[in-house]
């Protein structure tokens, strides 16, 4: 066991953030820390280093065990070219290396008395040297720069004139350099890109040590972790398996608590009904036994009504008015900067419906297209134009669509001026903005939070077609599924930009793969991409490969895409069918519930007590919603199967 967390917990001021977490890490394990924005996944991290203390427990540290350690924004020496940062981890071996040239030039000018020691040291130091692996170490550490994005051109770059991101992406790899026994990363895909992300988990899923992760890209939980740590209201558990087999089993927890709810306020009801029936009889013996019947019910530990899955925040994107079919239509657009070429020459079409995925290395200009798009960056050449009817909605992940000046409630209001005050604030309250929140100037949010007010507009924006750049980018896990439900219910059109391959899988029906400065097609998600990329950049390289525009080059195979293509989005549409009959049924129960209980208190009244007409008619009502709920019941549990 490298590490063990016992029974920490921290607050701050009169908010638990963490109460009682208890897990350990052993050695060559790779495990990973999941919840929700806020959760305490970073406070749990700075505990477990030392940077922050616990109010309560602790955290033990194997003998002789070392613990490296990346923050989401990694700090480096802004002194120092990238390749310096990195071979300063190296540091030992490179005094090494020149000791043994020093000692090589020493033997060729010294007597033969004096040769001995000389090569006892070369000896030794060699020894070393080959012991540290001083042979491989320049070569390793070009290919984690190489695999971490970076060009041999970048090497002698200044880190000062590197972005935040650029600057983390140096801090990992010196990380990965120094090789600790457990390497503890927080949010560590965030500056990567697709072939960067996929590099990582191979490096990490070969490391000798552990490796102890904080993330919301499902998709590298599912390659990299075999244990999933959940943080849930302050509290820690534990299951065993990548994200997908703890998703699995988080749902089956959470169906069972449902079942178990909604059955033991069935039996409730039942021996509740069955002692108002024994006390209308009035007689002595009915009397006993209703009155030995509420004792067993007060004897029941009520379960509590357990949280409805992802009912924090709500998102529904309903279009004002359908499109023509075809929605967007480019042709030889051309873009560069200077003498830095991003695309060429590429022409696409998206027809009503389509959902369609952009991927691409990090500087192919993606969210360059888009913006063209949105008319904020005019093209070198070439043309695009929209059809008919078509409204789009811009989710821009600098978020340069909100105005830092203004606070949450005047965004909103200056943009939908006909909203009632009313409106406004449940349609912040729906992103998660209360109280005097809305009052919050938007310059003071964080990355997550103005994340949420976009998505805010974008749902009143009730556009048919929209365009979106990185929309996951700072969401939580709860609330990328909840953006994904959107998406998959929403009847219009979606371009969008995106490196969270778990998305794009829930989500595309297409991909627009942006390499060579042309977009190769993919009709199929992710998992799709993966498979046929070979094929495809093998066509391409001979000339052969599919056009952006759609099915043109290999007819065959393309007709067989089509109808695994329609296939699946049949599938797709069966089960967002049963997933919203099983929300509208849910919600009807619990109006009916909400509605018995009204009942139960107005009969409950003396001020009714003496209607005779208006408690039988309330009987009545009762009576019906009663049988209702039993239907309902039979129903939720064949839709929750």
């Known amino acids: 066991m490298i590490l063990s967390c016992q029974n920490i917990s921290k607050s701050f001021i009169e908010h638990t953030v963490l109460n009682q977490v208890s897990f350990h890490i052993e050695d060559h394990e790779k495990a990973a820390i999941v919840g929700i924005n806020g959760a305490g996944k970073t406070t749990l991290l700075r505990i477990l280093i030392g940077e922050s203390s616990p109010d309560e427990g602790t955290v033990t540290i194997a003998k002789d065990k070392t613990i490296g350690y990346l923050a989401q924004n990694g700090t480096v020496d802004n002194d120092r070219t990238i390749y310096e940062e990195l071979l300063s981890v190296k540091q030992e071996l490179v005094d090494l290396e020149h000791k043994l040239r020093e000692t090589e030039h020493a033997m060729k000018n010294v007597s033969e008395a004096a040769l001995e020691p000389l090569l006892k040291r070369y000896s030794d130091l060699t020894h070393a040297f080959e012991t540290g692996d001083g042979y491989t170490y320049r070569s390793e550490l070009i290919g984690v720069l190489k695999g971490l994005g970076f060009a041999e051109d970048d090497f002698q770059k200044s880190i000062a004139a590197l972005s935040g991101g650029q600057k983390t992406r140096v801090a990992l790899g010196r990380l990965l350099l120094q090789k600790p026994d457990l390497i503890i990363l927080d949010e560590p895909t965030n500056h990567l890109d697709l072939n960067s992300i996929a590099w990582l988990e191979t490096y990490l899923m070969n490391y000798k040590g552990a490796v102890l992760i904080v993330s919301h890209d499902r998709f590298f939980l599912d390659r990299i972790a075999t244990r999933i740590i959940e943080l849930d209201q302050g509290r820690s558990t534990v299951f065993q398996g990548n994200y997908s087999a703890y998703a699995v089993k988080k749902e089956q927890l959470r169906t069972a608590a449902w079942n178990a709810y909604l059955n033991q306020q069935r039996e409730i009801r039942h021996q509740e009904e069955v002692i108002d029936k024994l006390r209308s009889f009035n007689r002595e013996k009915s009397i006993k036994r209703a009155e030995s019947r509420e004792k067993m019910l007060d004897r029941i530990e009520v379960l509590d009504k357990p949280s409805e899955q992802r009912s924090d925040m709500r998102l529904t994107l309903t279009p004002y008015r359908t499109s023509g079919n075809d929605v967007l239509t480019v042709e030889g657009l051309s873009k560069s900067f200077g003498e830095q070429l991003l695309f060429e020459n590429v022409s696409f079409e998206i027809k009503r ?96 939070e103005r994340g949420r007010v976009s998505l805010a507009k974008l749902m009143l924006s009730e556009a048919n077609f929209l365009i979106l750049d990185e929309p996951t980018n700072h969401l939580d896990i709860v609330s990328k599924e909840i953006l994904e439900d ?9 371009l969008y930009v995106s490196h969270d391959r778990y998305f794009i899988n829930r989500t595309a029906h297409r991909i627009l793969d942006l390499t060579a400065h042309q977009f190769i097609n993919y009709i199929g998600n992710y998992d799709y991409y993966l498979e046929k990329r070979e094929v495809q950049m093998a066509a391409l390289e001979t000339g052969v490969g599919q056009s952006a525009k759609g099915p043109a080059a290999t007819s065959a195979p393309l007709s067989e895409n089509k109808v695994d293509w329609k296939a699946q989005k049949e599938e797709q549409a069966r089960l967002r069918k049963k997933e919203n009959d099983l929300k509208k049924c849910e919600a009807k129960i619990e109006e009916l519930e909400n509605r018995l209980a009204e009942i139960d208190a107005k009969m409950s009244d003396p001020a009714i007590g003496t209607q005779v007409l208006k408690l039988q008619e309330l009987s009545g009502e009762q009576e019906g919603i009663s049988k209702t709920l039993e239907v309902l019941y039979q129903e939720w549990e064949i839709l929750a199967q």
């Open 486 to 494: 959107a998406l998959n219910g929403y009847e219009g059109t979606v």
């Open 353 to 448: 419906g389509e959902h369609v995925a952009i991927i691409g290395d990090n500087g192919t200009g993606k969210t360059t297209l888009l913006k063209i798009l949105n008319n904020l960056l005019p093209a070198d050449h070439g043309t695009f134009r929209l059809g008919t009817n078509v409204e789009i909605g811009y989710y821009d992940q600098e978020h340069h669509v909100l105005h830092s000046e203004k606070t949450l409630f005047d965004e909103i209001s200056d943009d939908y001026p006909y909203l009632t005050n009313t409106e406004i604030r449940n349609t912040l309250a729906a992103f998660l903005f209360t109280g005097e929140e809305v009052f919050k100037r938007i310059g003071d949010l964080s990355g997550g």
